[in-house]
């Protein structure tokens, strides 16, 4: 089985590595010092990297790893403005690393780009989905997020999430004004605080745990829109213009 390990970079991101034996795959490297530092004190190697998007805290690290790593390849996806990628990827393809299989997705919303690596173990989420929380529509709109999201909705409960942000504390403020009366996202506010306290990581999350705290795979629920500031509901016949609704709430709270 492959080892999954986080890299911490800037303030709140990470950088995951997938370890087998001596060598790495990383994804996601903003940075490429923290990567350096790992490769030294684990004494290994780096094999390849996976890009989720082209933003800059997803890729600013690419240049100088290949530099000291000629010829591996990097992955991402097809329609990426990021000039980086040698190894270009669509919705379904499947790709082999670290002797593990993954199959791509393709959930545009956060960027026009973003995919995902996803088995049944792993879910390499970059800024898609997020613990208690989702991307901003930076490119995208509510309605194409929220199909996008939609595409998780086959993965097995205990799938694990690795997802580029440590930002489960501020989205489980807005969760809890959501659905305050949440029992499960009552103790898992106090799981993740314990966490932080002792500074360790929030994530992996995993599936099960998300769809039962977090507000944006739970915008169907007739609970979701309860607490939702009146200007922000338009209409609300269909599921994606509830996500739409809390996904305008959480940009003012």
């Known amino acids: 089985m492959v080892q999954v390990d986080p890299?911490?970079?800037?303030?709140?991101?990470?950088i995951w590595a997938l370890r087998k034996e001596n060598k790495i795959w990383v994804v996601d490297p903003g940075q490429a010092e923290p990567v350096f530092d790992y490769l030294k004190q684990t004494h290994t190697t780096l094999a390849g990297i996976l890009i989720t998007h082209h933003h800059w805290d997803?890729?600013?690290?690419?240049?100088?790893?290949?530099?000291?790593?000629?010829?591996?390849?990097?992955?991402?996806?097809?329609?990426?403005?990021?000039?980086?990628?040698?190894?270009?990827?669509?919705?379904?393809?499947?790709?082999?690393?670290?002797?593990?299989?993954?199959?791509?997705?393709?959930?545009?919303?956060?960027?026009?780009?973003?995919?995902?690596?996803?088995?049944?173990?792993?879910?390499?989420?970059?800024?898609?989905?997020?613990?208690?929380?989702?991307?901003?529509?930076?490119?995208?709109?509510?309605?194409?997020?929220?199909?996008?999201?939609?595409?998780?909705?086959?993965?097995?409960?205990?799938?694990?999430i690795y997802c580029t942000h440590e930002y489960t504390q501020a989205n489980l403020k807005f969760a809890f004004a959501v659905e305050p009366n949440n029992a499960d996202l009552l103790a898992y506010i106090e799981k993740v605080q314990k966490l932080r306290d002792d500074n360790q990581a929030s994530l992996p999350t995993h599936f099960g745990l998300e769809r039962a705290v977090n507000p944006f795979l739970r915008a169907s629920e007739e609970s979701s829109l309860v607490h939702v500031p009146k200007h922000l509901i338009q209409d609300t016949n269909e599921n994606w213009q509830k996500f739409a609704a809390l996904r305008a709430w959480k940009d003012e709270f």
Request: hydrophobic share 35%; glycine share 8%; proline share 4%.
């Open 58 to 160: 997803h890729t600013n690290g690419v240049e100088a790893l290949l530099k000291a790593f000629k010829n591996i390849p990097v992955y991402g996806p097809e329609n990426s403005p990021f000039e980086g990628i040698s190894h270009k990827l669509n919705d379904s393809d499947e790709i082999t690393v670290a002797d593990t299989k993954f199959k791509i997705i393709s959930t545009p919303g956060h960027t026009l780009d973003h995919i995902c690596y996803m088995n049944d173990a792993f879910c390499f989420a970059g800024d898609t989905l997020f613990s208690a929380g989702c991307g901003r529509l930076f490119e995208g709109d509510a309605e194409m997020m929220w199909h996008s999201l939609q595409k998780f909705a086959e993965c097995d409960d205990d799938t694990l």
């Open 7 to 14: 890299i911490k970079a800037f303030s709140d991101n990470y």
